[in-house]
């Protein structure tokens, strides 16, 4: 089972940029896709980014294409969101996983409002 730390999560303008990190733990990281996923305030969980073990990344979301990007650092287990030129529609708890997926870390809020 793997476990999940995600930090990075902040109360931000429109337009502004943020960069998450998860930390994980509990499998080999570096052979696993890895995902972020979100949960808006009444509306179920949707997954967004994924990148796999080979760097290759996927989106899943059309209105984050472009300002959201995904990475991953092996050396420190660590995926990463870098969002961009953020909007109001992109407050939510922000959560990562792997494929397939294990249980839910405690997610880090992301809040835009002027």
């Known amino acids: 089972q793997g476990q999940f730390v995600e930090s990075g999560g902040a109360l931000v303008q429109p337009g502004g940029s943020l960069r998450l990190a998860c930390v994980a733990s509990?499998?080999?990281?570096?052979?696993?896709?890895m995902s972020w996923y979100r949960q808006a305030p009444g509306k179920e969980r949707e997954l967004i980014l994924s990148?796999?073990?080979?760097?290759?990344?996927?989106t899943y979301k059309v209105p984050v294409k472009g300002r959201f990007t995904i990475s991953r650092d092996n050396t420190k287990n660590t995926v990463i969101l870098q969002i961009n030129n953020v909007t109001a529609e992109d407050t939510a708890v922000y959560y990562c996983?792997?494929?397939?997926?294990?249980?839910w870390g405690q997610g880090t809020q992301v809040t835009v409002s002027s």
């Open positions: 996983n792997r494929f397939p997926l294990s249980m």
């Open positions: 509990g499998f080999t990281f570096s052979s696993t896709t």
């Open positions: 990148i796999l073990s080979t760097g290759t990344t996927l």
